[in-house]
């Protein structure tokens, strides 16, 4: 749900002051009556207009603590798997999580699994002529 912007609620305080009601108010700024009304409260418990979005998502496992404990296994064991620095954690937490963490933290990794050898480039071998 998009916030209702910063004009929009000057505008609706400006006409609670004229002595308009939360049904009248409502059809004009485009919100419902609940929404109207929740602008007036909060501008009443904050003291002011200003939408507090930035509290909105949800928060991140990585504590500091948890980026000195990844610093230490990293530092122990640079070739670490993901799978084995999340098994190592206070935790288990999956390999896309620590991915996720590691790349915020700066490390970059290169996929290169035992199965799958890099490989020359392509001019490295030249066919016979006769072939």
Known sequence: MRAIPVPLR???LELYERGKSTREIAPFSGFCVAAVRRVR????????LHPRTHLCGRKTLLSEERKQRLRELLSEQPDATLAELG???DRPFRTSTIDLWL???????KKNSGCRRTRPTRGGRKKSPLA
């Open 87 to 89: 098994g190592r954690m």
């Open 41 to 48: 409260q909060q501008f009443r418990q904050r003291g002011t």
């Open 103 to 109: 790349r915020r933290l700066g490390w970059k990794f």
């Open 10 to 12: 000057r505008r609706i």
